[in-house]
Nanobody, 123 residues
Framework: VQLQASGGGLVQPGGSLRLSCAAS????????MGWFRQAPGKEREFVAA????????YYADSVKGRFTISRDNAKNTVLLQMNGLKPEDTGAYYC?????????????????WGRGTQVTVSS
């Protein structure tokens, strides 16, 4: 399993970024996918998850209405569109493969993790 996250960067508060995670080495279209983040000095936390078909989507309350997760099974890619970014959104963002087609929200619901991409929201 290989997961390559990209799209992070430095953005001002209120700005937008789109994260992308390119997956390979497994049957992408049959697994749920998720995004987590970890701020400095804090534990990794759930951000969003999407089922194998895209039919079920979950968000952390802190990002609901601002972030949108999607997937393209033809391209083995999962995206995270982040709008209205806040300083508290700063952290390393990780994509992960769910253990089942419809993943949960906890870390134990995900079995493989990619390297993070850094998002910094600051003026």
């Amino acid at each position: 399993v290989q997961l390559q996250a990209s799209g992070g960067g430095l953005v001002q508060p209120g700005g937008s970024l789109r994260l992308s995670c390119a997956a390979s080495g497994f049957a992408f279209s049959t697994y749920g996918m998720g995004w987590f983040r970890q701020a400095p000095g804090k534990e990794r936390e759930f951000v969003a998850a999407i089922s194998w078909s895209g039919g079920r989507i979950y968000y952390a309350d802190s990002v609901k209405g601002r972030f949108t997760i999607s997937r393209d099974n033809a391209k083995n890619t999962v995206l995270l569109q982040m709008n209205g970014l806040k300083p508290e959104d700063t952290g390393a963002y990780y994509c992960a493969v769910g253990r089942t087609p419809i993943p949960g929200r906890g870390e134990d619901a995900f079995g493989s993790w990619g390297r993070g991409t850094q998002v910094t929201v600051s003026s």
